[in-house]
């Protein structure tokens, strides 16, 4: 069973400029978990979809946004970059029916965005 | 304001020793906690859960306690392996409030084990 993939493995972007990260979650799963490990930090939440909506944010600006798309699939996208945007961006995903049955999330390698 | 703290940035372990690797949080609400391993270049791996309605989880090697009257738990490894050498993440999860659909990490412990 293929895991959680993400793309690209790394990316490297200039201030201001737009950053899009790709998910696949794991077969039959279908919530997508957006996390940010930014250098020396823990992971701090970012994004929940499920069945194609956002059902909670973390403290993060609008310019971050994601959306999931009917396969279960979701983007990340991050506006405006800004240096500190620099950070391991990982994505997790749960099968139905989703957090409330206490089922561990299972997360891919990342991506890597690098802020010049 | 930092709901699940790890306080011990590292820990040094001899092979063959237990690994005890402590938590903390304080959110009454959290009422499922998560341990991960990471490895550098990679995501994280789940490694061990546990209800708030239990006080302990036993998976092989593993065993995680749960002290909820403390707000604390911990994870035990035995006996400790130079492979289990990573970066260790306790985690938490609250069904029913504000922080439902979100882990809440810790900062992470560096776990080296000795040969």
């Known amino acids: 069973e293929a895991g959680v993939t993400q793309s690209p493995t790394h990316l490297i972007k200039t201030r201001g400029q737009q950053a899009t990260l790709r998910c696949s979650p794991i077969?039959?799963?279908?919530?997508v978990y957006w996390y940010q490990q930014a250098l020396g930090l823990g992971l701090q939440f970012l994004l929940w979809?499920?069945?194609?909506?956002?059902?909670n944010r973390g403290n993060f600006p609008p310019r971050f946004s994601g959306r999931q798309f009917p396969n279960y699939s979701s983007e990340l996208n991050v506006n405006a970059l800004e240096l500190e945007d620099s950070a391991l961006y990982l994505c997790?995903?749960?099968?139905?029916?989703?957090?409330?049955?206490?089922?561990?999330?299972?997360f891919g390698d990342g991506t890597r965005l690098s802020i010049l | 304001d930092q709901q699940v703290k790890q306080n011990s940035p590292s820990l040094s372990v001899q092979e063959g020793r237990i690994s005890i690797l402590n938590c903390d949080y304080t959110?009454?609400?959290?009422?499922?906690f998560l341990w991960y391993k990471k490895y550098p270049a990679e995501g994280p791996t789940f490694l061990i859960s546990?209800?708030?309605?239990?006080d302990k989880n036993e998976d092989g090697r593993f065993t995680v306690f749960l002290n909820k009257s403390a707000k604390h738990l911990s994870l035990h490894i035995v006996p400790s392996q130079p492979g289990d050498s990573a970066v260790y993440f306790c985690?938490?999860?609250?069904?029913?409030?504000?922080?439902?659909?979100?882990?809440?990490f810790g900062q992470g412990t560096i776990l080296t084990v000795h040969p």
């Open positions: 985690a938490a999860d609250d069904a029913g409030g504000t922080s439902y659909g979100k882990l809440t």
């Open positions: 979809y499920d069945e194609g909506e956002e059902r």
């Open positions: 959110n009454s609400m959290f009422d499922y």
């Open positions: 997790a995903s749960i099968p139905p029916p989703g957090p409330i049955s206490n089922q561990p999330q299972h």
């Open positions: 077969s039959g799963h279908t919530s």
């Open positions: 546990i209800s708030s309605i239990k």
